[in-house]
């Protein structure tokens, strides 16, 4: 009998459900129409909150206060803020006028925020006057006078910020027909978003978005968990990112949801806390901040029964982690979300009625409208399913390009509109995909191909380990080597080499088993909980004397 060959590692998200055809502003309004008195908005640090009607009279209010400012279609305006109400006042105000917001990382210093003002020609900032230990005004004040683009900069809460909302307020006729005149003329196609990448060398690189890219994702996200105006969203992931402004703020008022600020940035207890007060139904985080609210001591004091779904993405989430999050958080219909900036960003989902086990060892399928294939990166070619290989995926979703940087597009998007993410995957017979580290994250020792997540995965079963990365130090006779860092339970010893070696002893290959052990407090991390794996190579390099 002949064999069924093995079909090829590609796949496309079918759906009944046409993508929006909408500018962000119009979907906006689509949601004002339908619920006006239904909350939008809930900023709990300040005690403020929105209904739909509310919300667009301020959006519209701003966006009337940047048109008599001189701001148009085209422009861009900044953003340097944590998450507060402003933000997402700002993101529909520039969005109605078609200007792109460049959204500035909130952990950037004076060096960073000028190159990305000069990159991005920014007209305008939007900023906050100080969070935490960053001075934000005292840092443009400083790059100022090397920003030549930068002609305005309004502070958030200044007395300069309420007079462009008020001028807004009593905008007449004349300015108000030309706002609308300005919306008429906007296409979904638009660039509308300019999102820095966290570039782990040299400078980041802006991906450029538009309202079709962002619109449609955070729509179709909202579609897969079920969202409608009856859910309560809570954020606490950054909305200077993706994950917040498009799997958050666009999911959730493209169904007519409300959204709900914790705090300025994440706290694992106000997130719990806004959770219960607000009864909130869905919860976004990466893993470390679902590893961090349920070691809350407080965590048990809270009320989360309310909670239904939420998204768990950014970085690999480990199998425990989940488990608990379903059974002591009651998120039953949690799902995981994979994807990059580039993509807009979601390229897979897992769906609310997977198992378990599908939710703790994929990232899921393939979304709506969207396709995904697994190549062999020397190669191009598509790879059987089963086999691992480079992740690409093609669609509505992937960026316009990188902002003034056609090469480096070139490098990332092929003639065939394909985006290469640089991860590597394997896809299952039904299309699930399982990724299974970055091509530079994987490890070469001695000739075989180590995946770090298949590791940290196994070391995560250990009781006394509450979290684990595992990296590739040089070796000279293997070339490398697996070193492991690792984050203790609370009230646990330190692990040494020698009882983690002990622990792996016939239940892992003893190639895959760490040589060196690295007890720390924390991860390195970008602002987003994504581990800064290059930093820990670095430092390995000064601890081990390599």
Known sequence: MPTTPTPPSHASGTSDVPLLGDTIGENLDRAVRAFPDRDALVDCPTARRWTYAELAADVDALALGLLELGIAKGDRVGIWAPNCAEWTLTQYATAKLGAILVTVNPAYRAHE?????????????VAAERFKTSDYAAMIEEVRPRCPELERVLLTGSPAWDEVLAAGRRADQALRAEFARRQGELAPEDPIN???????TGFPKGATLSHHNILNNGYFVGELLNYTEQDRICIPVPFYHCFGMVMGNL???SHGACTVIPAPSF?????LAAVAAERCTSLYGVPTMF????ADPDFERHDLTSLRTGIMAGSPCPSEVMKEVIERMGMAEVSICYGMTETSPVSTQTRVDDPVERRVS???RVGPHLEVKVVDPA????VPRGEPGELCTRGYSVMLGYWNEPERTAEAVDGDRWMHTGDLAVMDEDGYLAITGRIKDMVIRGGENLYPREIEEFLHSHPDILDVQVIGVPDARYGEELMAWVRMRAGAEPLTAEAVRSYCAGRLAHFKIPRYVHVVEEFPMTVTGKIRKVEMREAALRILGL
Request: proline share 3%.
């Open 113 to 125: 925020l000028e190159y990305v003002l000069n990159q991005a020609g920014i007209r305008l900032l």
């Open 267 to 271: 706290e694992p207890g106000a997130t």
């Open 194 to 200: 300019i999102q820095y990448t966290s570039g782990t």
């Open 291 to 294: 590893i961090a609210e349920l």
């Open 362 to 364: 994929t990232v899921g």
């Open 379 to 382: 190669t191009g070619r598509t």
């Open 251 to 253: 999911a959730a008022i």
